[in-house]
Nanobody, 122 residues
Framework: QVQLVESGGGLVQAEGSLRLSCAASGRTFSRRTMGWFRQAPGKEREFVAAIWSTGLTSYADSVKGRFTISRDNAKNTMYLQMSILKPEDTAVYYC????????????????WGQGTQVTVSS
């Protein structure tokens, strides 16, 4: 099991940028598959992006070209650089680790952070 702590959320205007961080505990971070999800009010939690230990990445179509997922194994930290933000990106953003099965399936992920709020104003 790994403990995850998100930070970096806040209020930003449309077309602006924001970088989220996810700090992980433990000494095996570099071997873990990590991911970002988000949940808007009244909606189900949805997949945003994932990054494997190899550096391979995957994105939801809704954020492709605007968001970039990355990791710094020396710092046990994963990032989500968000650009050209839209009001529909408003949500609580969660980081997650160690999926078993489809990365787009919320139930496949075993460890979750507490979330950080991102609000995009129009």
């Amino acid at each position: 099991q790994v403990q995850l702590v998100e930070s970096g959320g806040g209020l930003v205007q449309a077309e602006g940028s924001l970088r989220l961080s996810c700090a992980a505990s433990g000494r095996t971070f570099s071997r873990r598959t990590m991911g970002w999800f988000r949940q808007a009010p009244g909606k189900e939690r949805e997949f945003v992006a994932a990054i494997w230990s190899t550096g391979l990445t995957s994105y939801a179509d809704s954020v492709k070209g605007r968001f970039t997922i990355s990791r710094d194994n020396a710092k046990n930290t994963m990032y989500l650089q968000m650009s050209i933000l839209k009001p529909e990106d408003t949500a609580v953003y969660y980081c997650a680790a160690d999926p078993v099965g489809s990365i787009a399936n919320t139930n496949a992920w075993g460890d979750w952070g507490q979330g950080t709020q991102v609000t995009v104003s129009s």
